[in-house]
Nanobody
């Protein structure tokens, strides 16, 4: 199994930035592609970003492209989500998950507990 713990959420004004981190333990972190997801109140969980096991390829949802950056440090067993130019509609609980065989929720295997991001207008 893989245990994932997110951190870095908080309250920020529109236009501001936050950096989320997801620390992994258990099985070898570098074996896994990783993804970030979010779930806003009353909405389904949605895909945000994906990164391959070596960080060579990244994929983003259209809604965050150009504003968010996913990265990873395999030596620290951590994946990051740098969020810039935040908008009120980015408000959600953000989750990281391991990714296997597919990008997105279908490919998610292990999940973290989530971290809240709130954006004031």
């Amino acid at each position: 199994q893989v245990q994932l713990v997110e951190s870095g959420g908080g309250l920020v004004q529109a236009g501001g930035s936050l950096r989320l981190a997801c620390a992994a333990s258990g099985r070898t972190f570098s074996n896994y592609a990783m993804g970030w997801f979010r779930q806003a109140p009353g909405k389904e969980r949605e895909f945000v970003a994906h990164i391959t096991w070596n960080g060579g390829t990244t994929t983003y949802a259209d809604s965050v492209k150009g504003r968010f950056t996913i990265s990873r440090d395999n030596a620290k067993n951590t994946v990051y989500l740098q969020m810039n130019s935040l908008k009120p509609e980015d408000r959600a609980v953000y989750y990281c998950a391991t990714q296997r065989f597919a990008i997105g929720i279908r490919g998610a295997e292990y999940w973290g507990q989530g971290t809240q991001v709130s954006v004031s207008s």
